[in-house]
């Protein structure tokens, strides 16, 4: 199963982050920084919401409505800015899986890449559709029926066998309430040096696709 972090960094992914920081006015590498932060802590969001049957039965009709189709036409999706319908949609997916942590992660990614907590929240709003599209496409093909299989999806696309380190990152942006204290905390997991660079899981990922470079 692809990961997330892997998917950004194909051609499609390449597609993704271009589209999106065109429509929303922003710079393509900073809108990649965010993508490859956010994406993974929006999944982290929906594993945990995805523990309750409540959750878990939420998220699979959420699922069911985004087939992966948007995935098929990004060049119609991106031409001319993305349609309102679509932008609407992000907005209620953000609130369905963060709730009253969104503005705070906002926050927290914001300051991570250097932009406005407003635009990484325009970012979110544009890209959440397309998340639920690959998603959705995914629990397709892999049978997806019932909340375990649901965890076994996320997490797989999250890293299977990221670190222990690496899940608590998500958990802390996740939790974090804006004030900009985790900041100093996670720093070094993600934008420190030393053999954080090697490993092979979620943080890896984040210091050798995307997010390390330039």
Same mark, same amino acid.
């Given at each position: 199963?692809?990961? @997330?972090?892997?998917?950004?960094?194909? /051609?499609?992914?390449?597609?993704?982050?271009?589209?999106?920081?065109?429509?929303?006015?922003? $710079?393509?590498?900073?809108?990649?920084?965010? =993508?490859?932060?956010?994406?993974?802590?929006?999944?982290?969001?929906?594993?945990?919401?995805? %523990?309750? /049957?409540?959750?878990?039965?939420? *998220?699979?009709?959420?699922?069911?409505?985004? #087939?992966?189709?948007?995935? #098929?036409?990004?060049? $119609?999706?991106?031409?001319? +800015?993305? #349609?309102?319908? &679509?932008?609407?949609?992000?907005?209620?997916?953000? +609130?369905?899986?963060?709730?009253?942590?969104?503005?705070?992660?906002?926050? &927290?990614?914001?300051?991570?890449? +250097?932009?406005? %907590?407003?635009?990484?929240?325009?970012?979110? !709003?544009?890209?959440? /559709?397309? *998340?639920?599209?690959?998603?959705?496409?995914?629990?397709?093909?892999?049978?997806?029926?019932?909340?375990?299989?649901?965890?076994?999806?996320?997490?797989?696309?999250?890293?299977?066998?990221?670190?222990?380190?690496?899940? %608590?990152? =998500?958990? !802390? @942006?996740?939790?974090? $309430?804006? #004030?900009?204290?985790? @900041?100093?905390?996670?720093?070094?997991?993600? =934008?420190?040096?030393?053999?954080?660079?090697?490993?092979?899981?979620?943080?890896?990922?984040? *210091?050798? +696709? *995307?997010?390390? !470079?330039?």
């Amino acid at each position: 199963m692809e990961g @997330i972090l892997d998917l950004l960094n194909s /051609p499609m992914g390449k597609t993704i982050i271009s589209g999106v920081a065109g429509s929303t006015g922003q $710079d393509s590498s900073k809108t990649g920084s965010v =993508l490859t932060m956010a994406l993974p802590v929006l999944m982290k969001a929906m594993q945990r919401n995805a %523990s309750t /049957p409540q959750g878990a039965e939420g *998220l699979m009709g959420a699922l069911n409505k985004h #087939d992966g189709g948007i995935l #098929d036409n990004l060049g $119609d999706l991106f031409s001319g +800015g993305v #349609d309102n319908n &679509v932008v609407s949609d992000g907005s209620k997916i953000l +609130g369905h899986v963060l709730g009253t942590k969104q503005q705070g992660v906002q926050q &927290v990614i914001g300051q991570k890449t +250097g932009m406005d %907590s407003g635009a990484v929240g325009n970012i979110l !709003k544009t890209a959440a /559709p397309i *998340l639920m599209g690959v998603l959705g496409k995914q629990s397709r093909q892999n049978g997806v029926s019932n909340s375990g299989g649901l965890g076994d999806l996320l997490g797989g696309m999250l890293g299977g066998n990221s670190s222990q380190q690496e899940q %608590s990152f =998500l958990e !802390k @942006i996740l939790d974090a $309430d804006g #004030d900009g204290s985790i @900041i100093d905390d996670v720093a070094g997991m993600v =934008l420190g040096g030393g053999s954080q660079k090697k490993s092979g899981g979620l943080l890896g990922g984040l *210091l050798g +696709g *995307l997010f390390g !470079k330039k």
